[in-house]
């Protein structure tokens, strides 16, 4: 069964970056290679949203809130997905989760972004 754990969240205050990773595991191929994969979040009372999605032909797309400010990237030798994440605003403020795009893959964690202003 395939794991996702994410981890690089924290607190961080309006201007500021983080780098966020995801790793995969259980797969006997990498899953970020063979899937459109996705960083989604979660503010507080809200729902979960995709923000970024990597398609497998290496193409990506983004919300519009966070185009321009976060990268989605991936190693697929070390099954990791990454988000970076600059001049983040108060409102970026969410559990962040990587999942294949449509989530198909049991949800991990998160990680928790937390921005101050």
């Known amino acids: 069964q395939v794991q996702l754990v994410e981890s690089g969240g924290g607190l961080v205050q309006a201007g500021g970056s983080l780098r966020l990773a995801c790793v995969g595991s259980?797969?006997?191929?990498?899953?970020?290679?063979?899937?459109?994969m996705g960083w989604y979040r979660q503010p507080p009372g809200k729902q979960r949203e995709m923000v970024a999605a990597?398609?497998?032909?290496?193409?990506?797309n983004y919300a519009d809130s966070v185009k321009g400010r976060f990268t989605i990237s991936r190693d697929n030798a070390k099954n990791t997905l990454f988000l970076q994440m600059n001049s983040l605003k108060p409102e970026d403020t969410a559990v962040y989760y990587c999942?294949?795009?449509?989530?198909?893959?049991?949800w991990g964690q998160g990680t928790r972004v937390t921005v101050s202003s």
């Open positions: 259980g797969s006997i191929f990498s899953i970020f290679s063979i899937n459109d």
């Open positions: 990597i398609f497998v032909g290496g193409a990506t």
């Open positions: 999942n294949s795009v449509g989530g198909r893959y049991q």
